[in-house]
């Protein structure tokens, strides 16, 4: 099952994405609530899904965010060994996290912005977003798994500059309208192991970006165990898991965004999110 949040006719509304069409769920609370709540809601979700009446064509709504203001965007850095090796810094012997601000979110197909404060140093990073479901502490490997409730595809937008600002990212990292995912959700029990999927960056058609997500470094259930040692994961927090090499800061020469530029970001199974660079 794959579920969304759309906006339609003005209303702001949570649907089940599938074969093109988007049926809305009556009653449904906002996407952060339905995942908190999803046994309640998962045998009435699943008897919508085989319905043949109600389904809207989905280049005809507006997806938004699937989590409009997610409780924490917990992001890793330097977790593909390629990336690694074009940054020049030795494999992290541990994990390397910053936080992303919720306030960065935007929708899939939202306009990438660039910014004033410094427009000629956005980049790039295709990243698999994992979505916490019952979530927890002290979450071992094994039973990582299940507290993820979907993925999507991310694209950890950076000002680069920024980033050189401080050792410490989140700034740089949580510029508005930089942490676009989605298109949807697309729950864990259709990709019940997130590891060996293509993951693919372009900006106007060309490639930048190719890998596997068999190629992390520490996968994303090291990452829950890491995590969920020192707080609290929740239903509808989102963990960006890293970015592959190819990114502009790291080309020569350097290839950044500029205004106009489409940047598409790709997941094998997960679908793709699309902006169009635009001065802030």
Excluded at 61 to 71: H, K, Q, S
Excluded at 189 to 197: L, R, V
Excluded at 231 to 254: K, N, S
């Amino acid at each position: 099952m794959k579920l969304a949040t759309f906006e339609a006719g003005g209303a702001e509304q949570v649907g089940i994405v599938k074969d093109g069409a988007i049926l809305p769920v009556p009653g449904a609370p906002a996407m952060i609530d339905l995942i908190a709540g999803f046994d309640a809601w998962q045998d009435r979700l699943r008897a919508l899904e085989a319905s043949e009446t109600g389904w809207i064509v989905l280049d005809t709504v507006r997806l938004l965010a699937p989590i409009r203001r997610p409780g924490k965007i917990l992001a890793i850095g330097l977790n593909y060994a390629d990336h690694i090796a074009e940054s020049g810094r030795p494999r992290p012997e541990q994990q390397m996290w910053f936080l992303k601000a919720s306030s960065s979110t935007s929708g899939p197909f939202d306009p990438i912005p660039l910014p004033k404060a410094s427009p000629d140093s956005v980049d790039y990073e295709v990243e698999l977003v994992a979505v916490i479901g019952k979530g927890g502490r002290n979450i071992s490997c094994e039973d990582a798994p299940a507290a993820v409730f979907g993925y999507c595809v991310g694209n950890d937008v950076s000002v680069r500059d920024w980033q050189g600002h401080s050792p410490q990212w989140s700034v740089a990292k949580s510029f508005d309208g930089h942490s676009p995912f989605g298109p949807w959700i697309t729950l864990a029990d259709e990709m019940p192991n997130p590891h060996g999927a293509a993951i693919t960056c372009t900006v106007n058609g060309e490639v930048r970006q190719s890998s596997n997500t068999g190629n992390l470094v520490f996968d994303v259930w090291a990452q829950i165990e890491y995590l969920s040692q020192a707080m609290t994961l929740e239903p509808g927090d989102i963990i960006f898991t890293g970015t592959p090499g190819g990114v502009g800061w790291a080309r020569r020469p350097q290839a950044m965004f500029s205004p106009g530029d489409v940047c598409r970001c790709e997941i094998a199974g997960l679908g793709h999110i699309e902006g169009v660079c635009t001065p802030d």
